[in-house]
């Protein structure tokens, strides 16, 4: 038995809770982790709230990122006692993840804990960080440089955001921050923001053509925002859009893309390469300082996870959320 978040539906209902786990109920795979710090991402508190749907497999243990100790290991990539990070891969949608005291996975979702980081800062940056970083990259791989223009952020308060924010500032770019939080805009300029704007003005339906505004964005919102962020990119620029917090929807028109060469960047996270993944992880230990952990993320105990996820979805939870799962 072990300690852990379990989601469960049947005739009684979806409801998730923090309870004593059976073995059984781990699924395949050739590698067992002791889990140390997992995550509360946009994702699972869907999945524990029942207000997405995203578990596809009953019953479920959240958690789309987990850092911990090999406590065995069938395959010969890693060795009882190796520290081990993971992010995605479908675990916690379809394969149990890491809100618990153990897991089971697959050897080739791993990776190496880098060693910049501990164990607890691993998953301060966790899936937001390291999308935001593989968002920097497709940004850079399309020509923006930082003498190009400002480079948006919108969902600036999330987890996406406040690393996007804090990566792009730290490499030198002029980061403009979008939020329905104004009252946030002293924690978004200590990240690095140049300027803070109310997130309302790339809400509503937009034109398809607007005045050309910035070099290239990073939106985790879709719908209306990214649409409008599209119509507002200055000719050639590039937005790398990572996620659908307002809707997944893409009400535009082909009109920034033949008309200003703009370039719509989809970055996934879930099944990305292994070589992609460690290209990632190795830029922010360049990139980021020790003193980020503590401005971004905030840690809670796995018992504070479920009323946690409520505040989140609600979208009264600011930067990342670090599950100490032993504590």
């Known amino acids: 038995m072990f300690k852990g978040i379990l989601v469960e539906k049947d005739e009684q209902g979806y409801r998730a809770a923090v309870k004593d786990i059976d073995d059984s109920v781990l699924p395949e795979g050739d590698v067992t982790i002791k889990v140390a710090y997992s995550t509360l991402n946009y994702k699972d508190a869907l999945a524990i709230t029942g207000k997405g749907p995203v578990v596809r497999n009953f019953p479920m243990v959240p958690g789309i990122d987990l850092v911990g100790t090999v406590e065995q290991c069938d395959s010969k990539q890693f060795k009882v006692g190796d520290k081990v990070l993971l992010n995605g891969f479908g675990v916690g949608e379809t394969h149990c993840g890491g809100l618990a005291e153990k897991a089971r996975l697959k050897s080739e979702w791993l990776i190496p804990l ?8 691993a998953m301060s940056i966790g899936t937001a960080g390291y999308t935001a970083m593989l968002c920097v990259i497709a940004l850079e791989k399309n020509g923006i440089t930082p003498d190009k223009g400002d480079i948006l952020v919108t969902g600036a308060n999330g987890g996406v955001g406040s690393f996007a924010i804090t990566i792009l500032a730290k490499l030198g770019y002029n980061v403009i921050a979008s939020t329905g939080r104004l009252e946030e805009s002293e924690y978004l300029k200590k990240l690095g923001a140049a300027e803070v ?8 339906p937009g034109r398809p053509l607007a005045k050309e505004r910035w070099a290239a964005a990073i939106d985790s919102a879709g719908s209306h925002t990214l649409a409008n962020v599209c119509a ?24 920034p893309f033949i008309l200003r060469g703009v370039t719509l960047a989809g970055i996934d996270s879930v099944m990305r390469p292994t070589a992609d993944r460690i290209e990632a992880w190795e830029r922010l230990a360049t990139i980021l300082e020790p003193a980020v952990f503590d401005d971004i993320a905030k840690e809670i105990t796995l018992d504070e996870t479920i009323e946690t996820a409520e505040k989140l979805i609600s979208g009264k939870v600011r930067g990342r959320v670090v599950v100490n799962i032993a504590g």
Do not use: H, W
């Open 114 to 121: 880098p060693n910049a980081f501990s164990a607890r800062q």
């Open 197 to 204: 704007i109310d997130r309302a003005i790339l809400t509503e």
């Open 232 to 255: 507002s990119l200055k000719y050639g620029g590039v937005v790398a859009a990572c996620g659908l917090a307002q809707g997944m929807d893409l009400p535009t028109t082909v009109m």
